[in-house]
Structure formats: structure tokens, C-alpha cells
């Protein structure tokens, strides 16, 4: 079945560093989205991609949706404390019904103030 | 809007006991998901609904498990006996149509002991 590697597992940054993590594919998506989780809640979606090519930025983060389709990055500017969590990377095709989203392992962020 | 309610967020119970969760979507939300997160396997999509009925139930992982949709509000997730390797946290998440990011539930932490 289709995998995610996601990179990163960990990442330990002073705040105000940028950080960048990526998700790699055996095969191509129709969309990817990226989440955060914070401990003892669910995943978040921070932002869907839907297009070959397409940067898309929320805030101090952007995403991007590989050409290839098989890949996406997602970079945080300026890091801050409230950014620690787990990203996940998300990959979906769809089709007459819903398909469903796969994910990766998870990168984990610790910013020291 | 309250989001996706899951309940108990927390349940301890012995081995062999019957487990049930329960989930509420988002109103207007086609999509119901269940995931289960571990360490060692990440979030893993178990079964999900659209218009409540099941549609792909293969992450299900023995006759142990098994998921109703009654009606478009309410889903449960049931463990019957459960067994200490169930532990896990449990994840409903809802979407509005095909394509569209997830909206996850805050989880049920389940430990069976």
C-alpha cells in the first residue's frame, strides 16, 4: 500500500530558527495536508494542498505540493515556543468516494526559548 | 461549532471487557472517520462512514472491532473482549465531502490492563 516518509523524526531549534520538514511517496497524491497535533488532542489542519506546483502559506508557515505529486515540504519562519507539537503530513486521493487520508510517522518539534 | 465530540476521553479497563466509544461529527459532515494512534504505528485509519454507512472497513483489525453509524450525529466504536495490545488512542474525525481535510475529535486514550 501507498507509505508516507515524513523527515525529520525530531527536531530540537532555538526560537526564531526556521524549520523546514518533508514527506516523501512511493506514489502520487491528488492532495496533501499538513497537521499539527499538541499532546492529548487531535491533529489540526494547518494546510491543504490540492494542486501539483502549489505554495500555499498560513502565517509564519508555508507548504508546498511537489510537481512529481509524490512530495511535499513545510517550512515555519521564525520559530516560537507555542510551535512545539508533532507534524504530520497527510496524502489523499479521491475518487467517486471519498478516499482516505494516509500519514506519515510524524515530526516532532522542540523549540527552547 | 463544538467540533467533533468523542467520549470518555479516557477509559481504563480490564482484559476481556467490552469497550465502547462514541463520537459526534461536525453537523452537515458526509464523512466519518476512525483512527487509532500508536507509538510504534502511528495513526492508522480503521474504518470510516459516508452518509452513514460503512465504506472501507479494511483497517479493522480482528472481528474484535467492530463500528455502527446509526444515524448522520452519533458512531461508535466497539472492542468486544479487549486486549492489553488495544491500547492505543482512538481518533473520530469528520470531513464535509471527498477531498476536504479532516476534522479530528480531541481522542479517547484507551488502556486495557
Known amino acids: 500500500g501507498q507509505q508516507l516518509n515524513q523527515s525529520p523524526q525530531s527536531m530540537f531549534i532555538q526560537e526564531g530558527e526556521d524549520v523546514s520538514m518533508n514527506c516523501t511517496s512511493s506514489s502520487i497524491f491528488n492532495t496533501w495536508l499538513w497537521y499539527k497535533q499538541e499532546p492529548g488532542e487531535g491533529p489540526v489542519l494547518l494546510i491543504a494542498l490540492y494542486k501539483a506546483g502549489e505554495l500555499t502559506s498560513n502565517g509564519r508557515l508555508t507548504a508546498q505540493f511537489g510537481i512529481t505529486r509524490k512530495d511535499s515540504f513545510l517550512n515555519i519562519s521564525a520559530s516560537i515556543p507555542s510551535d512545539v507539537g508533532i507534524y504530520f503530513c497527510?496524502?489523499?486521493?479521491?475518487?467517486?468516494?471519498?478516499?482516505?487520508?494516509?500519514f506519515g510517522k510524524g515530526t516532532k518539534l522542540s523549540v527552547k526559548p | 461549532d463544538a467540533g467533533v465530540i468523542q467520549s470518555p476521553r479516557h477509559e481504563v479497563t480490564e482484559m476481556g471487557q467490552e469497550v465502547t466509544l462514541r463520537c459526534k461529527p461536525i453537523s452537515g459532515h458526509d464523512y466519518l472517520f476512525w483512527y487509532r494512534q500508536t507509538m510504534m504505528r502511528g495513526l492508522e485509519l480503521l474504518i470510516y462512514?459516508?452518509?452513514?454507512?460503512?465504506?472501507?472497513d479494511s483497517g479493522m483489525p480482528e472481528d474484535r472491532f467492530s463500528a455502527k453509524m446509526p444515524n448522520a450525529s452519533f458512531s461508535t466504536l466497539k472492542i468486544q473482549p479487549s486486549e492489553p495490545r488495544d491500547s492505543a488512542v482512538y481518533f473520530c474525525a469528520s470531513s464535509p465531502r471527498g477531498g476536504q481535510g479532516y476534522t479530528f475529535g480531541s481522542g479517547t486514550r484507551l488502556t486495557v490492563v
Open positions: 462512514f459516508n452518509n452513514n454507512v460503512p465504506i472501507d
Open positions: 497527510a496524502g489523499m486521493n479521491y475518487g467517486g468516494s471519498q478516499g482516505n487520508l494516509i
